[in-house]
């Protein structure tokens, strides 16, 4: 079942697939970036982030490309769409299922041997977790297939995006209410870690406030408490 705190951004998410599907052939995938911004600001919902703020429009089309095939099953009949405005994430897709699977230097491979493409790989399996399309099992089972990787460039990512779930999780857990002091909140990220079952370096609270505020909109106010710092 969804989590009442995604209820509205699928709800956005879907609406805008009823858009692309009636006008897909007039539109880029540009048009589709700018529609999704567009109706993001106006419900005021924030893309999915960690540090780097780049793109990150552009970066939720993944959330896109997940409700429509994994939340509303439109891939197999309305495939030309996908491969006209999403098949970057297509593209994605294809490379998380072979990280998956344990395929990890194949996937690097596909990937270009491109750091950046791995992550949006596990962007594409995180948000099918959040959305609740996925089971966490396999977003853990990939974080330790890429780690048991021989390569420093693949361990990396797989080190990095776990410490990104890990302010994520914590983040969405204050949002939701759940994380209402500084005890819980360590405890909380304690049995994250453990759930993930690698060494990875620990999100600091900076990076935990950051995704509260930004994502979902938790006042500074909260932090302070949660956090026991200033923010």
Partial sequence: MVKEIYRERIKVLTDIWSLLIES????????????????????????????????????ELVSLFVVGKY?????????????????KEEYYDEISKLIISGNVNEAFEESGSNKEVLARALRTIFTKTVFSFESEDKLYKSLKNLNISDKDEIKHTSR???????????????????????????????????????EYPLPKADYVALIAKEVFNVNKKVLNKVLGVKV
Avoid: C, H, Q
């Avoid at 897909?24 to 106006?42: C, G, H, P, Q, T």
């Avoid at 990104?164 to 819980?184: N, W």
């Fill in 160 to 198: 990095s995006f776990s410490r990104f779930y890990t302010a994520f999780k914590l983040a969405e857990s204050i949002a939701e209410g759940i994380v209402r002091d500084r005890l819980t909140y360590i405890a909380t990220k304690k049995a994250i870690a453990i759930s993930i079952g690698i």
């Fill in 71 to 87: 939340g509303l099953g439109l891939f197999e009949d309305n495939k030309e769409i996908f491969d006209k405005l999403l098949s």
């Fill in 24 to 59: 897909w052939e007039s539109l880029s995938r540009e048009d589709v970036i700018e529609i999704m911004k567009n109706a993001y600001v106006k419900k005021n919902i924030k893309p999915f982030r960690g540090f780097n703020a780049d793109g990150l429009y552009e970066k």
